[in-house]
């Protein structure tokens, strides 16, 4: 059975700390995302990344950073937190193709932070 | 680019047919399009896919019309367990640029 495990179901940080957000995948795959989810607002693309050390933008980075330095693990960064990044996170891993709707996507189970 | 949009919310009783629509002016011309299902505490889940025409399998039927700019997810007979948000992903392209978007998201709520 596929897997997607995020470090954390729950999570509450003070504005102005380091967060850092894990994810794992167990099925060897190329491309991984990262998604917030607000009501009304759907899921929002944070970044991707499509091999090790490769990462992109995708549609709301700012705030955000990414490292990926093994194929399974891939980990969202917030700088500094602030309370406007209080959201679920999202991981997400896919295989092969880059930015396709085609592939399905496996998804974590989220992280809720709350940044006071 | 151009989003994606669905009803915010529907309700139904069992044993009902629902369709839940989702419009994608944008969207681009080789890619798929793809719903997906989520339950309170869960991260989504693939349901169906598909290119053109109708597609159906074991849990729904997708049909898209010949413009590709909508398609509609056709849930038979749903039940108390089908009540979750749905989701559908396209990949909107204007220009060079491709943009994967999931729309905001539907509620559906199945009402005994």
């Known amino acids: 059975d596929v897997k997607v495990t995020q470090s954390s179901r729950y999570l509450v940080k003070r504005t102005g700390e380091k967060v850092f957000l894990e994810c794992v995948q167990d099925m060897d795959h190329e491309n991984m995302f990262w998604y917030r989810q607000d009501p009304g607002l759907g899921l929002r693309l944070i970044y991707f990344?499509?091999?090790?050390?490769?990462?992109e933008k995708g549609d709301i980075p700012e705030g955000y950073s990414v490292s990926r330095e093994k194929k399974e693990r891939f980990s969202l960064i917030l700088e500094s937190a602030s309370t406007n990044q209080t959201s679920m996170y999202l991981c997400a891993s896919s295989s092969p193709f880059r930015l396709a709707a085609t592939d399905t996507q496996y998804f974590g189970p989220g992280t809720r932070l709350t940044v006071l | 680019l151009a989003k994606t949009t669905q009803p915010i919310s529907m309700d139904s009783y069992e044993g009902q047919e629902v369709n839940i629509t989702c419009s994608h002016n944008n969207i681009a011309t080789n890619d798929y399009i793809t719903w997906y299902q989520q339950f309170p505490s869960q991260g989504p889940r693939f349901i169906i896919q598909?290119?053109?025409t109708k597609v159906t399998n074991e849990v729904a039927s997708l049909f898209i019309p010949a413009d590709r700019k909508s398609s509609t997810l056709s849930l038979p007979r749903v039940s108390l367990s089908d009540t979750a948000v749905y989701y559908c992903?396209?990949?909107?392209?204007?220009?060079?640029?491709?943009?994967?978007?999931f729309g905001s998201g539907t509620q559906l709520t199945v009402l005994p």
């Open positions: 990344s499509y091999d090790v050390k490769m990462k």
């Open positions: 992903l396209v990949v909107i392209s204007s220009g060079s640029a491709r943009q994967l978007t």
């Open positions: 598909g290119y053109k």
